[in-house]
């Protein structure tokens, strides 16, 4: 029996200020930015002066801490693209490509299960609804932007370099990372849960770009544009500040929630998260670095599968390590 989601239901949910919320999330990244900073001169000041600072050192601020042109956020994107392309045919990306591919094709063949099942929790609880609503939000563009433009503010007023360069490469992470995902909805037409008319969602490739703005809903699930905004404002962050240990624990759990709720809501099927997943973190990782061949070698991603035995049976696990 097909499932058809009713979105904005009429229910008691608990409101959640997303705005109040994101300016304290900027205010601990900034008070943490400039904690560390202060540490590092402190740092600089006790070291010799004759010692001359490690080649990685001179590359990490050569990289991160120079002050951006003000066009690169859009400028670059023909670079970002072309360098996410190149990545496709690089023979160390290809275990990667392969396992993305498995694992997406292994996640449709149960997305009507695992839809109903989240979806079950979203529609009984309000709680559930509301935070999955919110986390939702998140990921819809508007808070990338705010998070660039609050990293452009701090870096006018601290005259912060990194923090500059940070907002405008989440800028172009966003921007080549729409772009793409544009490409891929508009190649595949899959029908988002919401609007299935089979189990899983049927697939109607490259439809008029008439018929797509007119039902969006019936092809632009493939792949989640939620999902690959969040990884790629994730991703920029953590590149540019490696030393804040805790950015990678919360970016990527805030990547999760972000995913279950897309689920939960009916606007995605968990298939539809893999590859989007995937190019927010390639197009994050390029801004950041300037170059595939970067990418590639300060590891990239990892992709595992193995053979797994527990209570419920006989199986497959996969893994996809960042």
Same mark, same amino acid.
């Given at each position: ?9 009429? %229910? ?14 900027? &205010? ?6 400039t904690h560390a900073q ?50 496709? $045919? ?66 006018? @007023? ?14 172009? @992470?966003l921007f080549a990372t ?5 490409? &891929?909805?508009?190649?595949?037409? %899959? ?5 299935a008319t089979s189990n ?5 490739? &490259? ?13 632009? @699930? ?32 805030? $990547? ?46 990892? #992709? ?13 696990? @996969?893994?996809? %390590? #960042?």
């Amino acid at each position: 029996m097909l499932r058809n989601v009713v979105l904005n239901r009429n %229910r008691e949910a608990v409101f959640i200020p997303k705005p109040f919320i994101i300016v304290v999330l900027i &205010f601990c990244v900034c008070v943490g930015v400039t904690h560390a900073q202060d540490n590092e001169c402190e740092i600089l000041e006790m070291s010799p002066p004759m010692i001359p600072p490690p080649i990685d050192s001179v590359s990490f601020v050569n990289t991160h801490q120079s002050s951006p042109q003000w066009h690169e956020s859009i400028s670059n994107i023909p670079h970002d693209v072309g360098q996410c392309a190149s990545l496709s $045919v690089d023979g160390h990306t290809v275990p990667v490509l392969v396992g993305l591919t498995a694992l997406t094709l292994g996640l449709i063949v149960t997305d009507h299960q695992t839809s109903e099942f989240t979806s079950g929790y979203y529609e009984r609880s309000r709680t559930v609804a509301s935070v999955s609503d919110f986390f939702v939000s998140v990921g819809d563009g508007q808070s990338p932007l705010l998070l660039a433009g609050a990293f452009g503010v701090y870096g006018f @007023a601290a005259s912060d370099r990194r923090a500059l360069r940070t907002a405008s490469q989440i800028l172009e @992470a966003l921007f080549a990372t729409g772009f793409m995902v544009q490409t &891929f909805k508009h190649i595949s037409g %899959r029908e988002s849960p919401s609007e299935a008319t089979s189990n899983g969602g049927t697939w109607r490739p &490259f439809p008029s770009l008439k018929k797509y703005g007119r039902h969006q809903s019936r092809y632009h @699930a493939f792949p989640s544009g939620h999902i690959a905004t969040t990884m790629a404002t994730v991703t920029v962050l953590i590149e540019n500040y490696p030393e804040h240990s805790w950015l990678k624990p919360l970016g990527y759990s805030v $990547v999760g929630l972000v995913g279950i709720g897309l689920v939960g809501n009916g606007w995605h099927w968990y298939s539809d998260l893999p590859l989007g997943i995937a190019l927010g973190y390639a197009f994050g990782r390029i801004a950041a670095n300037s170059s595939s061949r970067d990418f590639i070698d300060q590891g990239g991603m990892k #992709f595992s599968l193995a053979p797994m035995v527990n209570d419920n049976g006989n199986g497959l696990r @996969a893994s996809l %390590r #960042f």
